[in-house]
């Protein structure tokens, strides 16, 4: 695990110069890899790659990057894991390759070197983003993993070609030219994330999950893929499973085992996030079967009991025989890290899971360097309570007329979302929905719309219009919304998950584990998205996955052979935080300043009065947009932080113009 970037200077550099932009852009990226540095530069091509090291295999300086194939034609740096390397390794010593040391970075470089760089690689199996230099056919290549757990950003600005592994990385370069995109702001409002593969800057953009870019020294660039997500859940549906249920069973026992056992390769220690939910304890149960030694596992415990998963994880745990620690933590330590959030993430970033998942990071990375996690399974497996609910609310509305649907959406919103939620204080804890006043809103918007895919998109929206809060921006939206997924997919949660797979998650759940993990230099795997697992999940039939069964079914037996369910039976909690209630408290100052007329104006971005009325409901107790409210926060306070981004120059450095 590492950070990587780089600069191809067309138009010509000095060495001196081209090193020095090497360097800033590389530094900026020592939180990633504190293990070691590494710049490679050709003053003839104008190129220069950076790497900072995070070491977890093959630690000697043999693992040392940028890295050079032994034929010099090809310079690779690379950020992430390749779990299938040794078998690819075996296959080019039969092809007479000769290694020097123990790394995957070789055997991808060597890779490129007998089989070129596409063939190579879609032969991988990993997380991973690369960058690679071809010397003969001066041309550059970029790639990045499947489902995109490890980012790479990139631009090019007339005859430069910037990249690397986070923005700050280009930001240190003196071409940079940053510009903000008003599409990007208003689709950051609907979603607290920025969807691929725009980014909060005009002409700078994020590389898509199994995206490919071949750079040549001359023209625009060639933006692919290597492999195809709507193409693996097309070929699926005409390619079903045909096993009977027990069989499925052992299958997926089979792909989880090889797919967590691969990620348990490392000379560094090792260890793994547990919740106590189906998807950790399913991935620790695994490990701890692969494992001649009780596994280390890491969770957190809140003071609130709305929060803290703490006693479910530990249950697990006592179950399974695995090291575990449960790590206290005080409201005053999580709102800590809100300071911290818009430089750890140097694009505007909002999930509020980011604060914990910021916190177990850290405090693992204390005991271990790498951790597993259960990310991904509420995609594949069709996890979400929204999708279920989504479906349930769609599938008799369907049948009632529009005009009524919506007089009844009137009925709703007539009570307020604390009246709703007071009748709910009722309920058993351990049988009552949070948020329930909060939800029955959200129900009475999506009653009124026409389609279930419109449904859905209101359903993850925080807002229905946003380009009424930010002047002259026309909301940008990822391609998979646009590509009706109604003819890929017939099944309504089918498409849910397989949007959410193209979009939350590597934009929004992937984003937040990366930069709150590499913040620390704590690097985490996630088993449940091996790309074999997920074409073996799109081969299943519908009914084995999602409605006519109970939420993660097939992987729920298979937890089942090591976990009994009743230690991990409980309503869906997720890893959240009680943000009403800070922002209202503890937090109210802060809000109170980013939210001021002087804080709003900076940059002529919003509709001022629209935002402060927000705001203002918000104040007197409407709780039904806060995650709108925690978004305009997030941008402000990024904004502030970044508006004059410091870059390098070859004299020294030098202010960025004013973002407007």
Same mark, same amino acid.
């Given at each position: 695990?590492?950070?990587i970037?780089?600069?191809?200077e067309?138009?010509?550099c000095?060495?001196?110069?081209?090193?020095?932009r090497?360097?800033?852009?590389?530094?900026?990226?020592?939180?990633?890899?504190?293990?070691?540095?590494?710049?490679?530069?050709?003053?003839?091509?104008?190129?220069?790659?950076?790497?900072?090291r995070?070491?977890?295999?093959?630690?000697?300086s043999?693992?040392?990057?940028?890295?050079?194939?032994a034929?010099?034609?090809?310079?690779?740096?690379?950020?992430?894991?390749?779990?299938n390397?040794r078998?690819?390794?075996?296959?080019?010593?039969?092809?007479?390759?000769r290694?020097?040391?123990?790394?995957?970075?070789?055997?991808?470089?060597?890779?490129?070197?007998? $089989?070129g760089?596409?063939?190579t690689?879609?032969?991988l199996?990993?997380m991973?983003?690369?960058?690679?230099?071809?010397s003969?056919?001066r041309?550059?290549?970029?790639?990045?993993?499947?489902?995109?757990?490890?980012?790479?950003?990139w631009?090019?600005?007339?005859?430069?070609?910037?990249?690397?592994?986070?923005?700050?990385?280009?930001?240190?370069?003196?071409?940079?030219?940053?510009?903000?995109n008003r599409?990007?702001?208003?689709?950051?409002?609907?979603h607290?994330y920025?969807?691929?593969?725009?980014?909060?800057?005009?002409?700078?953009?994020?590389?898509?999950?199994?995206?490919?870019?071949?750079?040549?020294?001359?023209?625009?660039p060639?933006?692919?893929?290597?492999?195809?997500?709507?193409?693996?859940?097309?070929?699926?549906?005409?390619n079903?499973?045909?096993?009977?249920?027990?069989?499925?069973?052992?299958?997926?026992?089979?792909?989880?085992?090889?797919?967590?056992?691969?990620r348990?390769?490392?000379?560094?220690p090792?260890?793994?996030?547990?919740?106590?939910?189906?998807?950790?304890?399913?991935?620790?149960a695994l490990?701890?079967?692969a494992?001649?030694?009780?596994?280390?596992?890491?969770?957190?415990?809140?003071?609130?009991?709305?929060?803290?998963?703490?006693?479910?994880?530990?249950a697990?745990?006592?179950?399974?025989?695995?090291?575990?620690?449960?790590?206290?933590?005080?409201?005053?330590?999580?709102?800590?890290?809100?300071?911290?959030?818009a430089?750890?993430? @140097?694009?505007?970033?909002?999930?509020?899971?980011?604060?914990?998942?910021?916190?177990?990071?850290?405090?693992?990375?204390?005991?271990?360097?790498v951790?597993?996690s259960? @990310?991904?399974?509420?995609?594949?497996?069709?996890?979400?309570?929204?999708?279920?609910?989504?479906?349930?609310?769609?599938?008799?509305?369907?049948?009632?007329?529009l005009?009524?649907?919506?007089?009844?959406?009137?009925?709703?919103?007539?009570?307020p979302?604390?009246?709703?939620?007071?009748i709910?204080?009722?309920?058993?804890?351990?049988?009552?929905?949070p948020?329930v006043?909060?939800?029955?809103h959200?129900?009475a918007?999506?009653?009124?719309?026409s389609?279930?895919?419109?449904?859905?998109?209101?359903?993850?929206?925080?807002?229905q219009?946003?380009?009424?809060?930010?002047?002259?921006?026309?909301?940008?939206?990822?391609a998979? $919304?646009?590509?009706?997924?109604?003819?890929?997919?017939?099944?309504? &949660?089918?498409?849910?998950r397989?949007?959410?797979?193209?979009?939350?998650?590597?934009d929004?759940?992937?984003?937040?584990?990366?930069?709150?993990?590499?913040?620390?230099?704590?690097?985490?795997?996630?088993?449940?998205l091996?790309?074999?697992?997920?074409?073996? &999940?799109?081969?299943?039939?519908?009914?084995?996955?999602?409605?006519?069964?109970?939420?993660?079914?097939?992987?729920?037996?298979?937890l089942?052979r090591?976990?009994?369910?009743r230690?991990?039976?409980?309503?869906?909690?997720?890893?959240?935080?009680?943000?009403?209630?800070?922002?209202r408290?503890?937090?109210?100052?802060?809000?109170?300043?980013?939210?001021s007329?002087?804080?709003?104006?900076?940059?002529?971005?919003f509709?001022?009065?629209?935002?402060?009325s927000?705001?203002?409901?918000f104040?007197?107790?409407?709780?039904?947009?806060?995650?709108?409210?925690?978004?305009?926060?997030?941008f402000?306070?990024w904004?502030?932080?970044?508006?004059?981004?410091?870059?390098?120059?070859?004299?020294?450095?030098?202010?960025?113009?004013?973002?407007?």
């Amino acid at each position: 695990m590492c950070g990587i970037s780089g600069t191809w200077e067309r138009n010509g550099c000095g060495l001196q110069d081209l090193k020095r932009r090497a360097s800033a852009m590389t530094q900026t990226l020592s939180h990633r890899g504190p293990d070691d540095s590494g710049i490679w530069l050709s003053e003839q091509a104008g190129i220069a790659f950076g790497q900072r090291r995070l070491a977890i295999i093959d630690l000697s300086s043999m693992g040392h990057q940028p890295m050079v194939s032994a034929n010099g034609r090809y310079t690779i740096t690379f950020n992430g894991e390749v779990y299938n390397f040794r078998e690819l390794k075996a296959e080019l010593e039969r092809c007479g390759v000769r290694f020097r040391g123990h790394s995957d970075t070789e055997v991808i470089v060597e890779g490129f070197a007998q $089989w070129g760089v596409k063939p190579t690689i879609t032969r991988l199996n990993g997380m991973f983003a690369i960058a690679a230099w071809d010397s003969r056919e001066r041309q550059l290549f970029l790639a990045r993993d499947r489902m995109g757990e490890k980012p790479l950003y990139w631009a090019i600005f007339d005859g430069l070609v910037l990249f690397g592994s986070e923005l700050k990385a280009l930001r240190a370069h003196p071409g940079w030219k940053p510009r903000l995109n008003r599409g990007a702001i208003a689709a950051f409002l609907r979603h607290g994330y920025v969807p691929g593969p725009s980014t909060i800057y005009e002409a700078v953009y994020k590389l898509p999950p199994a995206g490919f870019v071949r750079i040549a020294s001359a023209g625009g660039p060639e933006v692919g893929a290597y492999w195809d997500l709507a193409g693996v859940v097309s070929q699926g549906q005409r390619n079903t499973l045909r096993a009977d249920e027990e069989g499925l069973v052992d299958e997926l026992e089979a792909l989880l085992h090889d797919a967590v056992s691969r990620r348990m390769i490392a000379d560094v220690p090792l260890g793994a996030f547990l919740s106590g939910g189906y998807d950790s304890s399913t991935v620790v149960a695994l490990m701890q079967k692969a494992s001649l030694r009780p596994v280390k596992t890491f969770t957190i415990s809140f003071d609130n009991p709305a929060f803290d998963e703490s006693k479910h994880a530990e249950a697990v745990a006592r179950h399974l025989g695995t090291e575990h620690t449960t790590f206290p933590v005080s409201g005053a330590e999580a709102l800590g890290v809100v300071p911290k959030l818009a430089e750890m993430y @140097d694009e505007p970033f909002a999930d509020p899971s980011q604060i914990p998942t910021q916190i177990v990071s850290a405090l693992t990375r204390k005991s271990v360097t790498v951790a597993l996690s259960g @990310d991904g399974g509420d995609e594949l497996f069709s996890g979400y309570d929204r999708y279920q609910a989504t479906d349930n609310v769609w599938r008799p509305s369907a049948r009632i007329p529009l005009a009524l649907r919506r007089l009844a959406a009137s009925s709703i919103r007539a009570v307020p979302p604390g009246t709703y939620n007071g009748i709910a204080r009722r309920v058993p804890y351990f049988r009552r929905m949070p948020r329930v006043g909060q939800k029955a809103h959200r129900l009475a918007q999506i009653l009124s719309e026409s389609s279930i895919d419109s449904m859905y998109y209101h359903t993850i929206s925080h807002h229905q219009n946003p380009e009424t809060l930010v002047k002259g921006s026309q909301e940008v939206r990822t391609a998979c $919304w646009r590509q009706a997924p109604g003819i890929l997919l017939p099944d309504p &949660v089918d498409r849910m998950r397989y949007l959410d797979m193209c979009t939350y998650l590597p934009d929004d759940i992937l984003t937040k584990v990366d930069r709150a993990s590499m913040a620390v230099a704590l690097e985490v795997r996630v088993p449940l998205l091996d790309h074999r697992l997920v074409e073996w &999940v799109w081969r299943l039939p519908s009914f084995q996955n999602a409605r006519a069964r109970r939420p993660k079914h097939l992987l729920r037996r298979v937890l089942a052979r090591y976990v009994p369910d009743r230690l991990v039976e409980r309503p869906k909690m997720g890893f959240g935080v009680p943000l009403p209630d800070w922002l209202r408290g503890p937090l109210r100052n802060w809000a109170e300043d980013l939210m001021s007329e002087a804080s709003l104006n900076e940059g002529d971005i919003f509709y001022i009065d629209a935002i402060r009325s927000l705001w203002e409901e918000f104040l007197s107790g409407d709780n039904a947009r806060y995650f709108l409210i925690w978004n305009i926060l997030i941008f402000q306070a990024w904004h502030r932080r970044w508006r004059y981004a410091p870059v390098a120059d070859t004299g020294g450095s030098r202010e960025a113009s004013l973002l407007n």
